[in-house]
């Protein structure tokens, strides 16, 4: 289950920025997640919870944010959501090939600390 691993990570990064800002307790913590990162979110949900005990972020709430995908059209010059994950077709001109530009992030977006 790499989910554990990457939810060892986050909470190692998390409690490094809530120390740097003098935080007594993290509340919160916010991720954008990728719909091709290739994560299950239940399962990092469980990993995130072991993973804070004897933390800063023991009792803390993480809250997932989707991140759609998003390729830049080649013909449209633009960056737009696909219909679907299979068939990165542009919706607005239907050109294919377009270049990812979005949907394989796991990005720590926010904290809610408590000084």
Do not use: W
């Not at 990457?6 to 003098?22: F, H, K, P, Q, S």
């Not at 993480?62 to 080649?74: G, N, Q, S, T, Y």
């Amino acid at each position: 289950m790499h989910e554990l691993s990457i939810a060892r990570e986050l909470v190692r990064m998390a409690e490094e920025a809530a120390r740097a800002n003098g935080a007594r307790k993290v509340r919160e913590v916010r991720l954008r997640l990728g719909a091709l990162s290739g994560v299950m979110e239940e399962a990092l949900l469980l990993g995130y919870e072991a993973a804070c005990r004897d933390t800063l972020l023991e009792g803390s709430r993480l809250v997932i944010e989707p991140a759609p995908v998003r390729i830049h059209c080649p013909r449209c010059r633009r960056d737009v959501e696909p219909e679907g994950l299979q068939l990165m077709y542009c919706p607005v001109c239907g050109a294919a090939g377009g270049t990812l530009v979005q949907g394989r992030e796991i990005e720590l977006a926010a904290l809610e600390i408590e000084r």
